[in-house]
């Protein structure tokens, strides 16, 4: 029969299943004691007691609700000692099935091998599946757990091995025997050295041992857990796996979700909130980090990363009473950073920890209370700085400091409320919708003004944002923002001119619109004319990601290039042989976007499948994703082949010295080619309409035509660096076209004089007659002008270099310079001699080339494509065999 | 001198072969020259002095030396490209007393 908990557990669970509305925060004692018609004093002892049991929480303050932990412990009907394993029903289900077969298993436990990233929990694990043992009376109550770790040993092997196999005389018990009819958990065997090893296998076959120095053997009953990183190498776990019947898998701590992650901090905070003695207070924002930095680690880093952070905080708190708050800056840097991660899982992190709430951690429960609704809305520019404040005083921090931080954050808190503001007008049409045109009218004399004195041009953001937000002032009046004065003095001290500028212009204001306008006003308005000249902080970065094939030599290199150069930018994935394409290529997808910084991915790797899989997670993802291949596992492949053939040593130096060339020379004409093709970007200062309708009046120019024109938004001046930074990695900026001049350092043609120019001489204005040719070129081009009559050379400077590198491309890069330039001027010949109607004489080989080179064949006839096109002619199958035949060179 | 200028269908080499008459009426000595495709070098190969390759064609130049007993040479690319007449004569020349000077 259910008890009156489970029915009221159960009730309460069930009420929260079927709620859309998950912000709703609980239910009252009264509502549940109606609902099920228990009586509200017992009711009370139950909810207490589940609230204990860590099944459901309850909200601070009057009246008191409850509603289930998300993903609670107990939901399962896990018994075992396995019940307080975060994620038993989850990503460790697997594993603790397995772990209960091994120890149950009839007549004798089996062997269990663990395997996982470096603290995933494997001692943990090992110690549960003791405790399951003893539980099920498989090993009898104070059965010994033996731990030996073998990384303890890494010097001193001999004497490892004599733990382990010497024989136990009366003050020296091996190890075999201290484990005797209970567990015997070896950590990191893959560092046992080969003969110890051997022994281990020896004994999995036998269940006996050898005693050094004598042929006695001795039997051990003992259950045997083995574990090792899942880096170790693969061949000692394959000889041992072949031995071992289970192996238990811990997944990594980025492949187990949120929730678990947020089990497990909970469960860490409530550790500490024990230990320390006190309740400890966080905030949501805390909690989201901790749930989304980067913690190669796993769990134990993530264990050890809280408990810092609470130390830290304990030693401001150590003699004082009251609130025990733990903040962000108590944590290393790189918990910090867990916030960038932030917009990827918003939906899923709103949904675990909703903003706006502060929790509570004591020794055995988790309590989450919201802030009251007045504190959560009048969040307002100003008094978030003025809680700063007191949040860093009580902190703790020197008053100059704090000085520093408050005013690093005003400037960034202003320019996300700036850049809100900005969203929400697109043009004057719209604004004159929201902000009156007298103010329109004033914001705009001022401006230009502002502009002639301070000499410069405003971007039309600044123009908007600043309407928007005296609009928004002078609607609530009655709220006074609150600057300190300190703040003010700062801002005016760093910015006199502006400010005695600014003044005028809310005297002004005040005069004409007859309010009255507080300080801080002028300030603000202050900070809206000089701050835009220091938008361009940001944290996004590139990153380097590097791959390659095997079980670490990745993480290895990663490693060495973090702790040379401390920048923390370089991630690994060690992609093992025998891992699925499919499960590998889901792997990178999710370190590429946990690694994801903004700025895109530089990928280094080390064997072919890799760049396509890279390439593919840049179109899923829509990350930019960069490659260079560094082909030393070919090489090394390479080198070992030739080896086994029986070469000679510097014959197989010479011939792999030969290849490597190729990969590298082939990768480097790749790059250039890539920057080889030339845009023209088009700008447009409100969006993207006239980039647009600028973009189709340049394609009028057949010249213009065939050159890719790019059309960019210019209001935003930090996403458009970004955007031209991108195309400028692939590709040349030739021209750039707009209002004003971005000073880009790209040659800039105003749109003025667009327009001034007739369509046809467009490409006049652009130079593309003169633009592609380096020196050596135009030589040849007059030279080829002077000798082919029917050919329009600027044709042929637009297109044929393109095939060339086309060609050279098919070639393999086996064409000499010589070669390309003789097949240069023999294809400008051949669009000569097909214009002027003379026939080309009968390639007689081109039967036999035709069948032998098929693939050369189309692809030559695909190349030439862009000049049958341009010209307007075909070429016969004799041309191109020729062309084929030189570059087969048959 | 005659020279026979070889490439892949004799039009390369004639925009060239025109180029290198232009010169020579400069001079006073004789020059014959004469463009003409792969497939038809050992028509007129024998009547020649010295045999100049487009570049494009460079790697024939084994099979034609095998095939005939005169000075051959490969065309430098650049010189080809803009048909640089001088320097092509002059190749011509060193070619064939080089080869004067080996027998």
Sequence with gaps: MKSNKDTVYEFIQN???????REEFGLSTIFIAEQLGIQRSNLSAILNKLVEEGKIEKSIGRPVLYKPIIGGLNTSNETSCFKYLIGLDASLKNAVQLAKAAILYPQKSLTSLITGAPGTGKSYFAKLMYEFAVENEVLENKAPFVKLNCRHYIDTFDLLHKELFSESTYDFTNLFDRANNGVLFIDHFDLLPPLTRTQLIDFLETKTYQVIGTSTRITCSCILILACDDNAPQTILDSFAQKIPIRVILPSLNRRTLEERFQLIQHFFKIEAAQIGRTIEINSELLRSLLLYECPHNVKQLQNDVKIGCANAYVRYMREEGHFKVFISDFESYVRKGFLYYKKYRDEIEHIIPQSYHYAFSSNSMERSKLSEQEHQKQSFYDEINTRIVELQSRGIEQSDIHQIISDEMESSFSKYRTALIKQAVNKEQLSKLVSPKLISYVENFLNEASIRYDVIYPSSIFYGLCLHLNSTLNKLDRMPLLSNEQIMEIVEVNKDAYAFCLRFTRMLENKLNIKLPIDEVVFITMFLTGHLEERKSEASSVVLIIMHGNSAANSIAETVNSLVKCDNAYAYDMSLDKPMQEAYEDIKDKIELIHRGKGIIVIYDMGSIKTMCENIAVETGIEIRMINVPITLIALDTSRKISMGNSMDAIVESVRRSTSVYIDAQTLKNTNLKEGEVIVTLCNTGMGGANQLMHYLRKNPSLDAIEIIPLAQNDRLKLEVDIRQIQELKTIRWLVGTYDPNLSIPFIPISKVFETEVDHLDKLFNYETNEVDGEYTVIYEYLSEQLKHVDIRKLKRFLPNVIRDIRREAQNKLSRDQELGLFIHIACSINRILSHERCPINLQKEIILTKYEHTFKAVIRMLKPLERSFDLIFSDDEIANIVSIIKQL | MRILLICASGMSTGILMRKMVQEASKCTSDFEIKACSFQD???????????????????????????????????????????NAKAIFKLAEELISKARGQK
């Design chain 1, 15 to 21: 009420y929260f299943k079927l709620r859309v509305n």
């Design chain 2, 41 to 83: 070098y050992e028509f007129y190969g024998n009547d020649f002095d010295v045999i100049l390759l487009g570049p494009q064609l460079s790697y024939k130049l084994k099979v034609i030396e095998e095939n005939i007993q005169i000075p051959i040479g490969v065309i430098p690319g650049y010189d080809f490209a803009i048909g």
